[in-house]
């Protein structure tokens, strides 16, 4: 075969039984240590986080270094994007403090309190769960999830009659 490509036979030689440099065994070595920390991280460590874990560690290696490897291996830091305040078009009416902090009370449907929770789903983006609590049980007494926020959040678990 190395006669038809006119290819030396030594040199094949060589290659087959040619051993790994110093520089590919560490280079092996970085590379299953720093998967292993960047899927302990659930993949969210980018390469400087990963590197002053190698650091800490004791291992010597430049942050070029370790971003090399990474772009060699194909991996990349998984960014959520920080949440930006938007102000919203129409006026929203203030209305006023009715329980002034006096949760106490005597009979069912009393009192209620309400909550908004945003929930952050990787790759969708904001949704969002309302909830009313009963202040006497403290039981939920109804919930909507949406991916609005909006008035209509919390129209749909009251029935769809509008609260105003």
Known sequence: MCKVLKFPRSTYYKAINRK??????????????????????KKRYGA???YKILEKQGIKVNI??????MKKLGIRSIVVKKFKNHKTKEKIQQLPNILNQDFETTTINQKWCGDITYINIPGTGWTYLANVM???????????????????L???????KNMA
């Open 20 to 41: 790994k440099s110093d520089r590919e065994k560490f280079n092996e070595i970085l590379d299953k240590k720093i998967l292993k920390i960047y899927n302990d991280s």
């Open 134 to 152: 009963d202040m006497h049980t403290n039981k939920i007494i109804g919930y909507s999830y949406s991916k609005k926020m909006d008035k209509e």
């Open 154 to 160: 919390l129209v749909i678990w009251f029935g769809g």
């Open 48 to 50: 400087p986080k990963i």
């Open 64 to 69: 070029k270094t370790v971003q090399k490897r």
